[in-house]
């Protein structure tokens, strides 16, 4: 069965600090990995995408793919409590390259 | 997101009633996803749909679930004789294309209550 694991949380981290968020999957053939943002009780918002290894930079935001080691992180620089939502990790491909699996999200607060 | 039109945005059913689910695709998206989350759950793939067309309905319920992507007017997500456990967050997202990596949108989502 494909999975998508992400660490339970929730994440606590002080304003200004690093917000390290992480995740794992089943599916050797995913190709494409994506972060979301959902707001309580709000849409989940893609903040970033990332389809090779390495790093990617938007912002204060990086993702790192690592796909021998099926992980895929998040970091968040210079933390703000706007930034406080639960992180959703979601990958496709493999089998069907249109159907997202999800983890089920880290809870992530940023103290002021 | 914005552009992917979701209504109604909350909606209370009693046990055993039907639930409508309406979703208007961004302009120029012709393929469109239903994901449903349930409290403390991650999102799920309900099913992909074209216009008038069901590619993928692997997520959905065996029973009382359909959905439709008529050639006019929005997608519609069907849930007959609803009980307290289809009760969750039913989101929609829409694409230009379907290939892997292609951006999905999602909808501001339609909030189930089955009372």
């Known amino acids: 069965q494909k999975e998508v694991e992400q660490n339970s949380g929730p994440l606590s981290v002080p304003e200004g600090a690093i917000a390290s968020l992480n995740c794992t999957y089943s599916?050797?053939?995913?190709?494409?990995f994506f972060w979301y943002r959902q707001y309580s009780g709000k849409s989940p918002e893609l903040i970033m995408s990332?389809?090779?290894?390495g790093d990617k930079e938007d912002g204060r935001f990086t993702a790192q793919l690592n796909k021998a080691s099926q992980y895929v992180s998040l970091l968040i620089r210079d933390s703000q409590p706007s930034d406080s939502a639960t992180y959703l990790c979601?990958?496709?491909?493999?089998?069907?390259?249109?159907?997202?699996?999800f983890g089920k999200g880290t809870l992530l607060t940023v103290n002021p | 997101n914005a552009g992917v039109m979701q209504n109604p945005r909350h909606l209370v059913r009693r046990r055993g009633q039907e639930a409508r689910l309406r979703c208007s695709p961004m302009?120029?998206?012709?393929?469109v996803y239903w994901y449903r989350q349930l409290p403390e759950e991650g999102l799920k793939f309900m099913v992909y749909?074209?216009?008038?067309?069901?590619?993928?309905e692997s997520g959905m319920p065996k029973e009382r679930f359909s959905a439709e992507f008529p050639k006019e007017g929005p997608s519609i997500l069907r849930i007959q004789q609803v009980v307290r456990g289809d009760s969750a967050a039913y989101f929609c997202?829409?694409?230009?294309?379907?290939?892997?990596?292609?951006?999905?949108?999602f909808g501001e989502g339609s909030w189930l209550t089955v009372v």
């Open positions: 997202a829409s694409s230009q294309q379907a290939p892997a990596g292609n951006t999905i949108y």
């Open positions: 599916d050797r053939g995913s190709q494409s």
């Open positions: 990332i389809y090779s290894n």
């Open positions: 979601a990958v496709n491909g493999g089998g069907s390259n249109y159907k997202l699996t």
């Open positions: 302009k120029g998206h012709s393929h």
């Open positions: 749909l074209q216009k008038e067309n069901i590619i993928d």
